[in-house]
């Protein structure tokens, strides 16, 4: 069955950086598209970015433009997000999610457990 | 960017009655690219509806989507006690991607 495994969540300053990772298994992950997700503490749902199966296209949230990129490794079966110049008001469970197909504009059909993100002095 | 009103905020009912959850958007959602989540506290969401009325897999026959357009519903026709917990309506026509903020649904 398909399997989404977030890491690289922790506790970092503000002004640093972060590497998500999300390790996919059972399906043929080059045939999806794939989208960040986060959940602040005790918030809703708030879509981060998403990539295209071939990795061509990406988009983000006007939060992340600029400050996050979104990159997959077709042959690791592996997502990323990489975070830069982190705020406290990035501080939020970070879930990784497959598309219902291979472009930008699908559902999210499965979801990893999400990682968590703190970023304190 | 499209902003999703969802309503009501909380809804509080009994196990075996009827649960209607509404999502207005502030733009149309065209093609109907609507879907519906729900959220189990400590969990990761789960799909319910895509397309505004297509249920995901191994979903419920309960649980029906409806809508088009700005105005879009999920209904459980009969709730069970695992239902209870909080549904988002999500839009994916038009970046960004945008969420509602979620109804909690409760035990009365």
Redesign the interface.
Known sequence: QVQLVESGGGVVQPGRSLRLSCSASGFTFSYYGM?W?RQAPGK????VA?ISYDARNQ????FAKGRFTISRDNTRNTLHLEMDSLEIEDTAIF?CARA?GGG???????????TLVTVSS | EIVLTQSPDTLSLSPGERATFSCRASQRVTSGYLAWYQQIPGRAPRLLIYGSSSRATDIPDRFSGSGSGTDFTLTVSSLEPEDFAVYYCQQYSTSPYTFGQGTRLEIK
């Open positions: 989208h997700i809703g749902l708030e879509w998403v988009l983000y949230a006007d879930y219902g930008l504009r699908w559902y999210l059909d499965n979801w990893g457990q999400g």
